[in-house]
């Protein structure tokens, strides 16, 4: 890769995993569940009609929309705003390559090589090492909230896999008009109308702007430089940039939100990072390996990395993506 490129993924890991701490900021302006919508609806407004009419099924734009955009956001903006440090979240999301693995092992017939089932178990162990941290200290349904929803991050991923979108920034911006219905509905039978009221009537610059950052930095920007890095590199040399989201949450979160990291979460953190790493470069070189070359083969070797480019967004998210 290009230095230029290098810099430019480099600083879209560092966009999702700021947006973590942009969450946690956005949550005392917002409910989660009308948080989580707002986000949804700038991030389709006005980019739905720039970037041309969907190159995928409504089938799938629906699919991912639900479980990425209601049940993945939903959990993750409703498990912070319980008390899940943003630091921490953008760590646990992490474990959604291994949920997109299995899933994709269940519904694919993909079957994880040793060296990923290597990745997995470390990773997990990841998970349990950052449970046992939290639970010493923490909102331990807030961090199964947050857990669940890497799970639905991961089903998004072999539901975007199956779609195999052609354009990650068409397809994210289409899905991302999805979730807005159903969120405002959720949030009106859960939060109530007079607390939606007052969130969007006390609406000042910072609130818009961490709607604008979440929305257009996170996505706009975000996938639609990811895209262009995937069309221009094999996927396992931008895939690996990913890793950096967590890195840049918890450090971000501890320099802005004043979050302490302790040893024991530095231990998940290498954990849940190294883990990560050999089930997702384990994966690709054994998609490289039994792919079958043909004209269009850097345009399907994106496929897969594409539902990776979602699971990157941390905000996923992004994000993916969150992130």
Not at 54 to 70: E, M, N, Q, T
Not at 92 to 102: D, G, R, Y
Not at 142 to 158: D, I, K, M, P, R
Request: aromatic fraction near 10%; proline fraction near 6%; charge should be neutral.
């Amino acid at each position: 890769m290009r230095p230029l490129h290098i810099a430019l993924a480099a600083l879209v890991a560092a966009v999702w995993g700021v947006n973590f701490v942009v969450i946690e900021v956005g949550l005392g302006h917002f409910p989660p569940l009308l948080f989580s919508a707002l986000r949804f609806l700038v991030a389709a407004l006005p980019a739905v009609f720039f970037v041309g009419r969907p190159k995928v099924a409504w089938k799938w734009i629906a699919g991912v929309g639900l479980v990425l955009g209601v049940a993945k956001f939903g959990l993750l903006f409703i498990g912070m705003d319980r008390g899940m440090p943003a630091g921490l979240s953008s760590l646990v999301l992490q474990v959604q390559a291994v949920f997109t693995a299995l899933f994709a092992a269940l519904a694919l017939g993909e079957r994880p090589g040793r060296t990923q089932v290597w990745g997995m178990g470390v990773a997990l162990a990841g998970i349990g090492v950052a449970a046992i941290d939290e639970g010493a200290g923490g909102p331990v349904l807030a961090f199964v909230l947050v857990l669940v929803a890497a799970a639905c991050w991961g089903v998004s991923n072999v539901l975007t896999r199956r779609a195999s979108p052609p354009d990650s920034l068409n397809f994210m911006v289409w899905v991302s008009t999805v979730p807005v219905l159903p969120l405002l509905g959720l949030s009106l039978l859960f939060e109530g109308w007079d607390r939606d009221a007052d969130a969007l009537a006390a609406l000042d610059w910072s609130g818009v702007g961490i709607i604008v950052y979440v929305a257009w930095i996170t996505t706009v920007f975000g996938f639609g430089a990811w895209g262009f890095l995937l069309r221009h590199h094999p996927a396992s040399s931008v895939a690996p940039f990913t890793l950096l989201v967590p890195v840049f949450g918890m450090s971000s979160a501890a320099l802005l939100l004043g979050e302490s990291v302790s040893p024991l979460r530095w231990c998940a953190a290498a954990l849940l990072v190294g883990g990560v790493a050999l089930t997702s470069l384990a994966g690709a070189r054994r998609a490289g390996a039994t792919a079958t070359p043909q004209p269009d083969a850097a345009v399907d070797a994106d496929a897969g990395p594409k539902a990776g480019a979602l699971a990157a967004a941390g905000d996923h998210g992004s994000g993916a993506a969150g992130r």
